[in-house]
């Protein structure tokens, strides 16, 4: 198992491996301030916000993304869609950036905390991500509350939750 940053990680190293779209395409415009995406992996989109040298929002490029809840507490989100809605979305960001004679030099990465997605020796996913407002390990939390939360906490520092990876792979 691993959690979702980590496959974060891997999909941003695949972004680098296909930078080559995103490369500057203007030798000349290379003065100009250039711009940084912001791409965040969240709970109900994807996102990418193009920033400016200063920090400020220049655009922003999302889509949906949401997760399936069902009447057992489970909250969980197809991984695979990730990495292409992402691509995506960093291509429109760049082609908008270009458009306005700047150039996309960076890119940031952010995510969703605590969902967990089983992986294969490849790394692909072997099942839809079990998403951190997942309510079924809440049984498994109550066990570990009543029996070892103190000693948990003195470890970790942190609480026995079921928003938490460890009680998922449980």
């Known amino acids: 198992f691993m959690i979702a940053i980590n496959v974060l990680f891997v999909l941003f190293v695949r972004i680098v491996y296909d ?64 990495p292409s809605i992402t691509l995506e979305l ?19 990465v952010t995510a969703q905390r605590s969902s967990v997605i089983p992986l294969d020796a490849a790394g692909v996913a072997l099942r839809r991500a079990i998403m951190w407002q997942d309510k079924r390990p809440g049984e498994v939390c109550r066990e570990l509350t009543a029996s070892e939360e103190r000693h948990i906490y003195r470890k970790t520092g942190v609480r026995v939750l079921p928003v938490f990876s460890a009680p998922k792979i449980a």
């Open 90 to 108: 960093l291509r429109e960001a760049t082609e908008s950036s270009r458009e306005n004679g700047r150039d996309v030099i960076g890119v940031a």
């Open 19 to 82: 930078a080559k779209e995103l490369e500057v395409h203007n030798p000349e415009e290379r003065h100009m301030a250039p711009h940084i995406a912001v791409v965040d992996v969240g709970t109900t989109s994807i996102r990418v916000s193009v920033l400016d040298r200063q920090g400020r929002t220049i655009a922003v490029h999302r889509r949906a993304n949401a997760p399936t809840f069902g009447s057992d507490g489970s909250a969980e989100q197809d991984p695979t869609t990730w």
